[in-house]
């Protein structure tokens, strides 16, 4: 069983940063060949890819956070990391941690982050 768990989220103002951390335990195997990603989902809207890592490291941003947001792994701690600068109100969401295994996607609970004055 695969199990992620996010954190990190909370309230900040327009313009401040964020780290969000997702722990990745479970049956995972080789866990520095998986591709990792940041997805968000606002109310009334479609998950979205924010961020992707591969395990060698490349990584991939929507267009809106490009720029402004980082995402990195650590592989001795089976931790990914999304750190995002420059926060704005539309960035308000659940934000999910996932993993591709396969052809089975995993998701963490979610993490709220709202940016608000």
């Known amino acids: 069983q695969v199990q992620l768990v996010e954190s990190g989220g909370g309230l900040v103002e327009p313009g401040g940063s964020l780290r969000l951390s997702c722990v990745i335990s479970g049956s995972v195997l080789l866990f520095n060949r998986l591709a990792l990603g940041w997805y968000r989902q606002a109310p009334g809207k479609q998950r979205e890819l924010v961020a992707a890592?591969?395990?060698?490291?490349?990584?991939t941003y929507a267009g809106s956070v490009k720029g402004r947001t980082t995402i990195s792994r650590d592989h001795a701690k089976n931790t990914v990391y999304l750190r995002m600068n420059g926060l704005k109100p539309e960035d308000t969401a659940v934000y999910y941690c996932?993993?591709?295994?396969?052809?089975?996607?995993?998701w963490g609970q979610g993490t709220q982050v709202t940016v608000s004055s």
């Open positions: 996932n993993v591709r295994i396969a052809v089975t996607n995993y």
């Open positions: 890592i591969t395990g060698s490291g490349t990584t």
